[in-house]
């Protein structure tokens, strides 16, 4: 999982302001999108990609592009799984607001109120300002930016082990840890969301998998979405490619908050919808407040959402970065507008940039070209 801000601070290089042109209507939009994305893909190695395009609460593009499966030519649908990196601590975040709801947890309590199979080490730092707010909001202090994935016939670690260090070759003595006084400002922590991962677990008697199946993604019709890597997962995957364009091994984690999400574009747009709609697992009101970005994040990050403002546009949601995977989710709400991008491929950034900097110029010639 690489630094989430890397695609954000790119994303700010593509274009300042885009020149007033002419106002592409949607077909002709999409049809531009469609041969620049082809492109990209062949130039930056990129074997597939799903990418929708969501504009006024409709989906005006949805497509497969190139492979899920290079050697054996299957193409890429909107059925086909990518892992989506980083967006998993979205969906982590609904979890977690999931149970605020229901008053099982309070969001300004310490975590270490919840927790008994694991403590956060003793330190010279108030551990108990740790609270679920500041993980969620990346503000609790904590450490371990991100986590390797594990080969698929490696014997997993406990979550508790992980906690302690114990979380592949690549970072095997990095353990979660205060390294800093909570709240008082926003270091990235994927440690932070396998503490929300335990509290989760710790609360409900539950896998954090098999909660977070039957309390937000079965509600939202998310059907082929799991922090579980199984055979039917499997079934639908793509497969995924280093920087090179060579087939790497599906990763497993057990830092499954923070990374660990397998989903499709189809169950991504019955997300978006849920978004957009009163749905079955969070309120208006409570999904509102986690797209509230905070003081010390720079305005810059809310509960599990990101925001990126550019201009006239703001839109809100998360990127994601694994090996052999990159990815994007993000929407405007208030206009409910905003784009999905999945790739198989580590150089796969590049192409969700470019989805990124195409529709934003086509938003942005459309409110240049109305006044």
């Known amino acids: 999982m690489k630094n989430y801000?890397?695609?954000?601070?790119?994303?700010?290089?593509?274009?300042?302001?885009?020149?007033?042109s002419k106002d592409l209507s949607i077909s002709e939009f999409t049809t531009s999108l469609e041969q620049k994305l082809v492109t990209s893909l062949k130039e930056k190695n990129v074997p597939g990609m799903a990418v929708a395009i969501i504009d006024d609460g409709d989906v005006i593009y949805k497509n497969g592009l190139?492979?899920?499966?290079?050697?054996?030519?299957?193409?890429?649908?909107?059925?086909?799984?990518?892992?989506?990196?980083?967006?998993s601590k979205m969906f982590t975040a609904w979890g977690v607001m999931k149970l605020v709801e229901k008053g099982k947890i309070k969001l300004d309590t310490p975590v270490e109120n919840y927790l008994t199979r694991w403590k956060i080490p003793e330190s010279a730092y108030d551990k108990s300002?740790?609270?679920?707010?500041?993980?969620?909001?990346?503000?609790?202090?904590?450490?371990?930016?991100?986590?390797?994935?594990?080969?698929?016939?490696?014997?997993?670690?406990?979550?508790?082990?992980?906690?302690e260090g114990v979380n592949g070759p690549v970072r095997a003595d990095e353990k979660v840890e205060l390294i800093h006084e909570p709240q008082t400002k926003f270091k990235y922590s994927g440690g932070g969301y396998t503490i929300l991962q335990l509290m989760i677990e710790e609360i409900?008697?539950?896998?954090?998998?098999?909660?977070m199946t039957n309390e937000v993604f079965k509600p939202l019709g998310m059907k082929h979405t799991?922090?579980?890597?199984?055979?039917?997962?499997?079934?639908?995957?793509?497969?995924?490619?280093?920087?090179?364009?060579k087939e790497i091994y599906l990763e497993r984690f057990t830092a499954q908050a923070a990374a660990g999400l397998h989903t499709t574009l189809e169950d991504l747009l019955h997300f978006v919808n849920a978004?957009?709609?009163?749905?079955?697992?969070?309120?208006?009101?409570?999904?509102?407040?986690m797209l509230i970005p905070t003081k010390l994040s720079k305005n810059n990050y809310g509960?599990?959402?990101?925001?990126?403002?550019?201009?006239?546009i703001t839109i809100k949601g998360h990127t994601?970065?694994?090996t052999g995977w990159q990815s994007a989710f993000l929407m405007d709400f208030e206009k409910r507008s905003g784009f999905i991008a999945l790739t198989n491929g580590s150089n796969g950034e590049s192409v969700a940039r470019k989805v990124l900097s195409i529709w934003r110029n086509w938003k942005v010639n459309q409110l240049t070209n109305k006044k």
């Not at 801000?5 to 020149?19: E, G, H, K």
């Not at 409900?204 to 909660?211: C, P, Q, R």
């Not at 509960?303 to 006239?312: K, S």
């Open 5 to 20: 801000s890397v695609f954000l601070c790119l994303c700010f290089s593509v274009i300042v302001m885009a020149q007033k």
């Open 226 to 245: 799991s922090f579980t890597i199984d055979k039917r997962i499997l079934k639908s995957s793509a497969k995924p490619y280093d920087e090179n364009g």
């Open 320 to 322: 994601g970065s694994n």
């Open 303 to 312: 509960l599990g959402y990101t925001t990126i403002a550019m201009g006239p």
């Open 204 to 211: 409900t008697g539950k896998s954090f998998a098999v909660y």
């Open 66 to 87: 190139g492979y899920s499966d290079v050697a054996n030519q299957v193409k890429v649908d909107s059925k086909t799984g990518f892992n989506i990196g980083s967006i």
């Open 275 to 289: 978004s957009f709609e009163e749905n079955k697992v969070l309120s208006a009101k409570t999904l509102n407040q």
């Open 129 to 163: 300002k740790v609270t679920i707010r500041s993980l969620l909001g990346h503000t609790g202090g904590v450490s371990v930016h991100g986590y390797p994935g594990f080969h698929p016939d490696a014997a997993l670690p406990t979550l508790e082990a992980s906690l």
